[in-house]
Every structure is written in structure tokens, then in C-alpha cells.
């Protein structure tokens, strides 16, 4: 049966795709409120396409954009998938080559063909790989391998902030043996993974105030306070000379890789100079003595994300401003306290404070980091699936970014999160220009399927 | 015949006031590309409005913006005067409580009538203060006690880009004896000014690139440059912890106040807490050990205007940005030069830039300060004028602002200039809400009228 599903996946490929390309047309921008409608607009296509599918399925409004959620019968287990339809804003549009909510196949310089549009990769084209995976089993079988729940988030590049809640009141619907997350990428084009660890992510915005309203600097310069030079001090202070984070209490928690985990990374065939070349980069930065997979993968950060203050448009102009601002995420490991972080930040500011300032913190959302078990029948029989697929066995990798519903699917719902996703280091996610291969939409797809196949008992 | 035009001036402000709205109603923003129709309107119509008064009067294109000239015959002396048309933009626009294009009189809570709009005090009200002086002389005597001719730029706030190379091959159209700037303030609002001392100004812009495109915080976070904290190092670097602009070189050629004019300083009724005060301030900022009068009338500054990078719309993207930016100017005084301080801060910035990062620069301009000669005619009439008008001697004062042009004119065309000007330092020029006393355009009218009576021989 599982090779008439694969076939009926090669077969219907360019239809699959067809569908990927109405999805990426909807401009699901969720961190701007101009695109509600859009957002909106994601979740009532997504429900129809899982009701055409079989699911019991529907987008269920919350305070922010909707979450669809579906359930198709079937018999043990019974696995939660989860994916996010927002994407992340497309500035600076005009270094696209081609509009972001235009969808099209383009073929690379080394013949490669690619899906070109944002949210191809991040997570559109990998919500897809499941959904279209689903369909074919229906298709050919009438029926899924296992029972699925579907539950797409459109909140996930804007903090979540609706998920968590949503979960708690919807904790018997939910409930799952296990959950299968698709928002992480492959080891290589060739070689499959399993992201069995994230780091956490704190995001707070710093808003500081010196005179009351803009200033002429000839007329004040010097005698009045210059809230950019404020935050740009504050900011600068943020590390020292050896790239470490100076906050008090910031390392609390962050732990060290037992040696056994940090000599199977030293293995992996990673090269830094390519991954920091591809970028126009040959230094690493950051924190001394640290490889690269070690400080994404095992180290926390603080990164600036956004800066702004004063006269920003063209030509020139002598104002103090009364304020400047910035956004600042922290990526955390082990177990450092999203609650502490933000706190520790919070005080680092308001002790660098001058006279005259005033300071105002928004919070963007707080996540601790995760370590998922490899043991247990889930990991190994995910593993095995990815193996026949790609030909190669899967690497059980960390991973650099924040995926904080496996820390809600733990904690609220009592689930351990496979993670599986298909996309690469050069997708240029959350840039511009991003793309998704053709082959991690198709042999994804494929995956998906062997997965379900997999995981039935 | 002075009476006479003192008397016209007062029975015709209201139709002086229609005037000064019909400028200020076009948005001659010089920075913004977008409203070069905007200046050229604004030029046109002074031009026409000279005419009107018995100018020879004409707009004249230039690479930029236009620049009015006008000339009218007359005897000894004859006096350069020149005033600006452009203003400033008006962002934040959301702060404005009245349209800044649509001036009106209104009343401050003290009862004091005020035009509001963007220029009314910086250079608009200014400007129209002297061409209404002429206005009246020409209706009550038919001719002007002294030969005048008008030069009025529109680019004094985009760096005057055009103005050198117009003096210079205009020299002999725009000889004269002396110049009279109209761009400067009052000591306060019943004591008139005039002002013998300007710091020069540098504008700067500085890009740091570091990756070849955006980077996603998650993958590349820590280990992959971020130009934003390399730019927040390099500006926290700027001064130390007395407040001293820390550029190697920065203080040559500074020299000191002499004894007697900084003992003229301390004796005048400035308040230094009412000054900070009116903006929200309470502790003067800069340089340790020095009063506010003498830190923005005699001390050099370093001051970050605008800074952007990264995200900065509503909410929180995790980025890591290829590019920041900041556009930084110095206030020069005594024999600082423009250029030494534009080649010292760009080493500056170079020595401080770390691996993988890639800095540009764009100059705004740059122009030494002015110290303006007191003895002699100019000054001493000048003076009786103002003291006739308003009943006080006028201060004798430096400024923080820079006036490019002064310089300008004393290198280019040999001529001196007299700075005389009725704003006042709540006008909240280049801020929102910009106004301009409505007593400060009637007496700075008849001021004018004055001076130009006190010239003639």
C-alpha cells in the first residue's frame, strides 16, 4: 500500500504544488496588523482543504489570528502535527528579485529547482509536505495509517501569544500520544534530521526617553541628554571584549554539552567556513573558544534585531530625539528562566539609566529551551522512515532556533515533539528571497508518508 | 519718514501676516526629494513678490533647489541681505496638533499670539520680516534708505550644497559692503540680539555592512556579526565618561573663551534649569565643569542624530541585519577644521571596525565657525536700531547653531555679517509644533525698517 501512496505522490506532484502556490499567495504577515484579513484568510483555506481530505476540521477564532485544528479517525496512535501558516515580514522588499507573495519554480545556477516566495520554506511549503502526505493516503487507501490530529498556528512569528492559552482550554481535543512538529530543515540536501534539541527565546523591545519632544542639537547639543547615545551605551555594554553576555545571572542554568553529544557534533562533516562564506562572512563572531554548532546549537545569546531613533529618512537633519528604541532577543539553553532573563535584562537597563531618562520594556514573548528524548519507539521509527526515504539515516541534531510549542505541547499537554522538517541552511528564511527546494517539497511529501506508515501499530 | 513707515508697518501687518501663511502653505522641504516642485513654487514666489516691491528679482536653478536673487538700486551702503526659504521636515507628523502646513494664529496659554506652522520661525517669518521692511519703505518713500540686495537659498537645511558654487560665480552681481543674516534668535522675548559667534557644523553618515544579506537570529545568532552592536560599540566609543568626544584630534584648534567674554556670559540672566526645564530636563548632560552658555556657545559636540537598523516595524522579528546605520554631526568652533574632523572621525570608525565588516560614508557637508567682528559700523547701528525698537540693548551672543553661509560669504565674497534675527528658543524649530511669536514677526518688521534707517549715509 505504502508504495501505491508514493506513487500516487509522483503522480500528482504538480497538483500538489498548485496547491503550496495558492497558500504562499495569501500575504499571512502575522506581526502586522494591515494582514488580519490575510492571516484569516490562510485558516479558512486551510480548513477546507483538510474537510476535503476527511478531517473534521475548522478555524476557531482567538484574540489574535485563528487556529485550525482537524482530527481524522483512525486507529493507534494518535499523533498531534503541528505547523504555523504566518510568515514573517518581507522588508526590505526591494531586495527581492521577485515579488514574496508571487510564488514561482525557478531553477538555481546548479540546476536546482526551487520555490521562490516567502513562507516557502518557513513554514508554508513544510506545513504542505504533511497535508499533501495526508491526502494521498486518503486518496489511495481512504484512510490514514494512524489517527491525526492537525492543529496550524498563525501567530508564530509574532511571539505565539494566543497559542498557549488555546492549548489549556483545549487540552482534551488535543490530547495526543505524541506530537510531530515540521518548522525545522535537514542536515544537508542529502541527509534527513531530527532536531532533538532548541534553544529558548526571550524578545523584549527597550524604549528610552530623554527630553520631552525633538531637539535642535545647535541649540542643545552636548547640554542636553541624547537618549541614542543612551541606548547605544546600554547596548555596547550588553557584551565584553571576549563576546560574553555581561548580564548578572544570565548564564544561570545554561549547563555544558556532555562530552559524548559534543564528539558526535565534532564528527558531522559541518563546515563553518562555508555555512559563515555563504553569507559574505569569515570570522566567526561571538563568544571565544566555541565552535560554531556549539554556540548555535548549546549557547545563549543576546542579539540586537532592531535599532531606531531620530532622523532615519534621507538627507540630514540636527535633531536630538526625544527617544530612541530597540529590539532585543535572547536565545536561551538548558535551563535558563525565560522569567529571569527578561527580569536580569530589565535591571541591566534601569541600572545603566542617566538622569533624565525614562525607560519602557514591551515584552515579545518568553520560551525555555527544550531537549526532546531520543529513546522511546517515536525517534527510532521516525528515523527509519527518513533513512528509506533519503537513503541516508537521519541526524539527531540541535538546533540554533526557537520553536516554543514543544515546550507548550510538554508542559500543557504532556507530549514529547518529533522534530522533522525539510528545509536548508540557504533558504533564506526570514530574507529575502526565500525559497524551499522542490525536492524537500516532494521527497518531504514522501517522507511524511513513510512516517505515517511507520508509526502505525 | 521712518515714523511714517513704522506707522504703515502697523496699520498693514494684517495683510503682511496673508503674506508670510501664503509661504508657509508650501511645503518646501529641501531633504525631501519628493517636494523639489514644492521649492521651486516657493522660490517663484518670492521672486514675484520682489518684483512687486521694485526688485530686479528672478529664481535662479541650480543643481539643487532654486535661489532667489533680487536687487534694488538705492544709495550707500549697500548691504547683502539673505534669509532662507526651505524648512525642515516635519516627522514625527503624529506629534503636530495642527496641520504644519496650514499656518493660523493662535494663543499660548500666557496669552501671547503665536503663527504655527512649519517655518514660521525657521526661516519663513524670518525672512518675510526684512522683505515687509522693504515693503513699506518702497510704499511710504518709493525707494530704500540703502542699496540692497536680496539672495535667498533653498537648500540651507540639505546642507547648502549649492549656495558656495552660486557665490562664487555670482561674485560680482552679489558685491556689497556687508551682509545682514536673518536665521538667528532673540536673547529673550523682550531683549533683541544680535550674534557675533556660530559653531561650524559636519554631517556624517556611516554604514556598516557585516553578512551579505539578513540573517535569522536562530541559525546564525551569536556566531555571525551584527552590525548593530558594531555600530552601538563604535557611538558608545564617541565620548567618555567626563563627556569628552574621544576622536584622537577632535580638540584641535578648540581655543579658549577669553576671561572678559566669558565673564559677560555668567553675568547674563540665563537659566540654566528653566532652559533644560522647558524640555523635561532636569541635569545638564556633556562635558563636566562647564555652564550650558558655554557649552553650546563655545564647546565643540559629537551628537548621533538618527540611527536605524534591523527591524523596526510594530512587533518583534528575529534578525540578524546585514546593515546599520547612524548619521552623526559635530558642532565646530574656534579654528576646528570641517575636513581634519570628517578625516579623524572616519579613522575613527575604522580602527574600531572588527573582522567581516564593511563601513561607507556619506558626507552632508561640513563648515567651519564664525566669530564676527564687533567694532566697527555695522554693529554699533545695528545695535541703535534694536535698542530703538525694543527698548533694551541687544546681547551681543554667540550660538550653538551653525550658519554655513557666513563663512561663505566672508570667503568667497570678502563681507562680514551681521546676524540679527527674532526667534526665539521655545520656537521649536526642526521640532513639531514649530511657532513663531506674532510680536516677533510685527517689531522683528519694524526692527528691519529701523536698521535699514540707521544704515544709510
Known amino acids: ?168 482550554a483545549h487540552r482534551g481535543e488535543l490530547a495526543a500520544d505524541a506530537a510531530f512538529i515540521c518548522d525545522t530543515g535537514m542536515w544537508s540536501a542529502d541527509r534527513p534530521a531530527i532536531t532533538t534539541s532548541l534553544r529558548g527565546l526571550v524578545g523584549e523591545e527597550v524604549i528610552i526617553t530623554a527630553a520631552s519632544r525633538d531637539l535642535h542639537s545647535g541649540m542643545y547639543g552636548s547640554a542636553a541628554r541624547n537618549p541614542i547615545h543612551v541606548l547605544a551605551t546600554i547596548l555596547a ?44 562572512l569569515s570570522v566567526r563572531a561571538g563568544e571565544r573558544g566555541r565552535s560554531v554548532l556549539e554556540q548555535t546549537w548549546s549557547r545563549p545569546t543576546a542579539e540586537v534585531n532592531g535599532i531606531v531613533g531620530g532622523y532615519i529618512q534621507p538627507g540630514f537633519k540636527t535633531v536630538i530625539p526625544s527617544k530612541a528604541s530597540a529590539k532585543v532577543s535572547f536565545r536561551l539553553v538548558g535551563e535558563q528562566n525565560p522569567k529571569a532573563v527578561s527580569a536580569a535584562f530589565r535591571k541591566f537597563v534601569a541600572d545603566r539609566l542617566p538622569p533624565d531618562c525614562k525607560v519602557e520594556f514591551i515584552s515579545h514573548g518568553g520560551s525555555p529551551a527544550q531537549r526532546l528524548p531520543i529513546d522511546g519507539k517515536w525517534i527510532p521509527r521516525t528515523a527509519s522512515a527518513l533513512a528509506a526515504e533519503w537513503g541516508q539515516e537521519p541526524v539527531l541534531m540541535g538546533s540554533g532556533g526557537s520553536i516554543p510549542v514543544a515546550g507548550d505541547f510538554k508542559s500543557v499537554l504532556g507530549l514529547d515533539s518529533v522534530m522533522v522538517g525539510f528545509a536548508l541552511d540557504d533558504d533564506r528564511i526570514h530574507s529575502p528571497n526565500e525559497k524551499y527546494e522542490l525536492a524537500s517539497y516532494h521527497k518531504g511529501i514522501r517522507s511524511w508518508a513513510r512516517i505515517l506508515a511507520a508509526l502505525a501499530e
Request: aromatic share 8%; charged share 25%.
Open 1 to 168: 500500500m505504502l508504495e501505491n501512496v508514493l506513487g500516487w505522490i509522483d503522480d500528482n506532484l504538480p497538483a500538489s504544488l498548485d496547491r503550496l502556490f495558492t497558500l504562499l499567495r495569501i500575504e499571512s504577515i502575522s506581526t502586522d496588523p494591515a494582514k488580519a484579513g490575510a492571516c484569516r484568510q490562510a485558516a479558512d483555506w486551510l480548513a477546507g482543504e483538510l474537510t476535503g481530505i476527511g478531517f473534521d476540521a475548522s478555524s476557531r477564532a482567538t484574540p489574535g489570528h485563528p487556529i485550525v485544528v482537524g482530527h481524522h479517525a483512525g486507529g493507534a496512535p494518535h499523533v498531534l502535527f503541528y505547523a504555523h501558516y504566518d510568515v514573517q515580514p518581507v522588508d526590505p522588499l526591494e531586495l527581492w528579485t521577485h515579488p514574496p507573495f508571487v510564488p514561482e519554480v525557478i531553477t538555481a545556477s546548479d540546476g536546482r529547482k526551487q520555490i521562490a516566495a516567502r513562507g516557502a520554506s518557513d513554514d508554508k511549503g513544510q506545513l504542505m509536505t504533511f497535508l499533501e502526505a495526508a491526502r494521498a493516503w486518503q486518496a489511495v487507501a481512504g484512510k490514514l495509517p494512524a489517527r491525526v490530529t492537525m492543529l496550524l498556528e498563525g501567530e508564530e512569528e509574532s511571539g505565539s501569544t494566543n497559542l498557549r492559552p488555546f492549548l489549556e
Open 237 to 280: 555594554d550588553l557584551h565584553d571584549d571576549d563576546g560574553r553576555v555581561t548580564i548578572p545571572g544570565f548564564y544561570d542554568g545554561v549547563g555544558t554539552v556532555p562530552p559524548a553529544v559534543k564528539r558526535q557534533w565534532d564528527e558531522l562533516d559541518f563546515d563553518a567556513a562555508e555555512f559563515l562564506g555563504d553569507v559574505g
